[in-house]
Nanobody
Framework: QVQLVESGGGLVQAGASLRVSCAAS??????MAWFRQAPGKEREFVTA????????SYADSVRGRFTISRDNAKNTMYLQMNSLAPEDTAVYYC????????????????????WGQGTQVTVSS
């Protein structure tokens, strides 16, 4: 059974840091990403990583503050979020693609096969 399980969300004050994790199981994934969805807004791309190349991509709104990383041995992806602001408040979703020869970065939600349930991140001002 394929599962993506996010953890690590919570309530923090503006300026704080938080790390969320996505543990994958059930099959091998070759591209993973974080998306987020704020109340009343559409789901938006945050960051993505290629398992094959290690290349990453970031949305302009988070570049320089957020860092995506992976632990191949644990099949886990992380999102380190620094200098959090109230506009970062959203449900953060983990997404994964299982195509083995994939090397490009996927930034569209429709390109991902699997999704986690999401973890809430709330930043108070």
């Amino acid at each position: 059974q394929v599962q993506l399980v996010e953890s690590g969300g919570g309530l923090v004050q503006a300026g704080a840091s938080l790390r969320v994790s996505c543990a994958a199981s059930g099959r091998t994934f070759y591209a993973m990403a974080w998306f987020r969805q704020a109340p009343g807004k559409e789901r938006e791309f945050v960051t993505a990583i290629s398992w094959n190349t290690g290349r990453t991509s970031y949305a302009d709104s988070v570049r320089g503050r957020f860092t995506i990383s992976r632990d191949n041995a644990k099949n886990t992806m992380y999102l380190q979020m620094n200098s959090l602001a109230p506009e970062d408040t959203a449900v953060y979703y983990c997404a994964a693609d299982s195509r083995p020869k994939l090397t490009r970065i996927l930034i569209l939600a429709a390109e991902y096969d699997y999704w986690g349930q999401g973890t809430q991140v709330t930043v108070s001002s």
